[in-house]
């Protein structure tokens, strides 16, 4: 048999109801121990008279100290009034000459004391008191004029520890109910901050880490539930990586069969333009096949740029170049490239050619950005303006900027913006910045490498006007192990 689920809410009725009966159980306990303290030992015939006397004592030192006289009822009234738990009465010979909340004189009543009850409890009646201070005895009073007085008291405190007895107990009762459902509430806390506590160890990385809880409540279920969705994360994190895997398996193989023979079909175009020499007809063959395998090229490495931005992931290799040196050796060649396609370059390099200043940086992927750079470059820059390419230190930064006029005719160069995307994500991954300005009329791209603060260097002379930049040649084999990309 499969045993019910507790729920919470059948867990909380349970509480309350175990909480209200140790809640009885404990106001009927408590109050039974006052009042068996109560009738057995504080009003018994000995501890009254006990009482009695004392208040008589304290009544004989009020009337010595004011000098209240025989006549003076309302003196004696105003302790009376001081004195809520006693009913006194007071003869002169056989006549009764005062009882407590009855006098008049001049029409001034004195409150009963009587007249209202306890909190829990009703006092005694008026005739049950007269009764009991009748019972009580007589004691003497010397009043101030020599006359000589017999009191009669009627003590009822009592009645205060049975009211006493009644808040006490259901105060108890109280504490003890709360107390019940203070330690359900602190167990059900505990066990969402426990959940929190389990949730945030996951997520600082501790992916193999069990959540789990004994129980078969709602809070245990969510414990299941959460486990249940970490482990199908997990599982999907491991397809998502096999998928990955296989992408770049899929790449790498379609890398090589593409460009093998598209490579050996360039090659045979090449071959075959010399022998068309002469046939127009042959030579626009010629030129569309190369045009379609250069298009087919152009494809294939805008596939390969969306599997990186996408689907492969970026493996740096970070090290710390001088700053100057490794954009001079990466930036000539594309400079000179540029120049021998007939744009104009004007190049200023600010930065120092030592160890000074370094930047940190992967090589082969900073190449990969510039080279996206002198492709749009090529792509789509006029190349009756100059294209201005600087490099100079920044806060804390190496900001290397390229500026060109657009060229109006763009209609043969195709973008899809995977090149600048590519960009981006490598120079995310590097620490770098890169930002781009574009308008009608003219391009800018800047990219921002962290660098090692130098101490301040002299700025380089400026070049003289309408002046190319000076070409110098660097060994990139040096920086970049015998490879350019």
Not at 59 to 80: F, H, P
Request: hydrophobic content about 40%; overall charge negative; aromatic content about 10%.
């Amino acid at each position: 048999m499969v045993p019910k689920k507790k729920s919470l809410r059948h867990t909380f009725l349970l509480r309350i109801v175990f909480g209200v009966i140790l809640a009885s159980l404990i106001y009927v306990l408590v109050r039974w121990l006052i009042v068996y303290y109560i009738n057995n030992y504080y009003t018994t015939k000995e501890m009254r008279r006990e009482r009695e006397e004392k208040y008589v004592a304290e009544l004989q030192e009020y009337i010595d100290s004011e000098g209240v006289a025989s006549s003076d009822v309302a003196e004696i009234s105003k302790w009376v009034q001081r004195k809520r738990y006693v009913y006194l009465l007071i003869y002169r010979d056989d006549d009764l000459l005062f009882v407590s909340g009855i006098y008049e004189q001049d029409r001034q009543w004195f409150r009963d004391p009587v007249n209202g009850g306890g909190i829990t409890v009703d006092y005694p009646s008026r005739d049950e008191l007269v009764a009991s201070a009748e019972g009580s005895g007589y004691h003497a009073l010397t009043m101030s004029d020599g006359a000589t007085l017999y009191a009669s008291v009627a003590e009822f405190t009592e009645y205060l520890l049975y009211d006493l007895a009644n808040i006490v107990s259901l105060a108890v009762a109280l504490v003890a109910l709360s107390a019940v459902l203070i330690l359900y509430f602190s167990n059900v806390i505990w066990k969402i901050s426990d959940l929190a506590r389990e949730v945030g160890r996951v997520s600082s990385g501790e992916t193999e880490h069990v959540i789990h809880l004994d129980g078969d409540d709602e809070i245990a279920k969510l414990y299941s539930d959460i486990d249940r969705m970490r482990t199908s994360i997990l599982e999907n994190i491991k397809k998502e990586r096999e998928a990955i895997e296989s992408n770049n398996e899929l790449i790498t193989s379609m890398s090589h069969d593409i460009r093998t023979p598209l490579t050996v079909l360039l090659g045979y175009i090449d071959v075959m333009k010399p022998r068309a020499e002469g046939d127009e007809v042959m030579k626009s063959y010629i030129k569309a096949s190369e045009t379609t395998a250069l298009r087919l090229k152009s494809l294939s490495d805008d596939m390969f740029r969306y599997f990186l931005l996408f689907g492969g992931k970026i493996d740096l290799d970070m090290q710390d170049y001088p700053a100057g040196t490794l954009l001079e050796q990466m930036l000539s060649e594309h400079i000179l490239l540029l120049r021998e396609s007939g744009y104009t370059v004007e190049y200023e390099n600010t930065l120092p050619q030592d160890t000074a200043l370094t930047v940190r940086a992967d090589a082969q992927n900073l190449m990969r950005v510039f080279d996206n750079i002198f492709s749009n470059i090529m792509k789509y820059a006029d190349a009756e303006s100059a294209v201005r390419i600087s490099s100079a230190r920044d806060t804390g930064r190496v900001r290397v900027t390229f500026c060109n006029a657009v060229r109006r005719d763009t209609s043969g160069a195709e973008s899809n913006g995977i090149g600048l995307r590519t960009c981006r994500r490598i120079c995310e991954a590097m620490g770098a910045e890169i930002m781009t300005v574009t308008d009608d009329e003219s391009y800018s791209v800047s990219v921002a490498l962290p660098a090692e603060a130098p101490a301040p260097a002299l700025p380089a002379p400026a070049p003289e006007r309408g002046a190319r930049a000076h070409r110098r040649t660097f060994d990139v084999k040096n920086l970049f192990g015998g490879k350019k990309k």
